[in-house]
């Protein structure tokens, strides 16, 4: 996949918010599921660092994009 979209659904308080965000240019740097595990399992540091760009594993961040106009 291109790993450039991610979906987030989650409870708050009376009920169920699902969050979205797609990059322009990079891609995020997921992690890879434990062998014979269909999901990973992160904190919630570790998930902000992921919304903001850090690649976990190789610690550096996506580009930031700076664009002079908008159409």
């Keep these: ?3 450039d979209k ?3 659904l989650y409870w708050h308080r009376n ?3 699902l969050w979205y ?3 322009e240019a990079e891609r995020f740097a997921w992690p890879a ?3 014979g595990q269909p999901t990973c399992t992160l904190t919630m540091k570790e998930l902000e660092w992921l919304l903001e760009g850090f ?3 190789a610690a550096k961040p996506h580009k930031t994009l700076h664009y002079q106009s908008v159409t």
């Design 6 to 8: 991610l979906k987030a």
């Design 15 to 17: 009920g169920f918010c």
């Design 55 to 57: 690649d976990l594993w």
């Design 21 to 23: 965000k797609r990059l």
């Design 1 to 3: 996949r291109r790993r």
């Design 33 to 35: 599921a434990e062998a």
